[in-house]
């Protein structure tokens, strides 16, 4: 059978970079999978990291590109007087949880564009035996198949 080299999208790195996912891949890396897979699970789930780490620097640049920013020092006060956010000129205007964008369609394109790169790990996929290997759940699986060449 011939070889495949991983190919991973940006798209994978944000699945596989939540909290929630990095339980399931620690929950992975401890199932005792034969040496073979996993020595090569441990290389995979080694390089991952550092490839999401570009792509996140690269998706807060497009996030800074195109935020909006304050045009003037400020503060924003409570019912009683009390200052509870401010502001620098210069600094993105945010929620605590999503910032406002200047041109949501030309970011979305752009943004678009960065999830769908492709990304090589110059890893070759694993035979996958799921007869061989330990019982896995249906999250971990969702989190292993772009990475498995699966063999019954």
Known sequence: MKSEMIKVKNEYLDTISTEANDLIVKAIIKKDFTPKVSY????VFDKIPSIAKVYASERQKKIEKYAKRY????????KNGNVVNSWKKGDIVSDGQSVSLTDIKAFSE???ELVEIENKL??????F?????PKCTIEEMRLLIPLIRVEE
């Open 40 to 43: 090569w699970l441990a290389m």
């Open 71 to 78: 045009e003037a020092d400020g503060e924003e006060k409570d």
């Open 110 to 112: 752009e943004l678009n």
């Open 122 to 127: 110059d890893i070759e996929r694993i035979p």
């Open 129 to 133: 035996d799921l007869n061989e290997e």
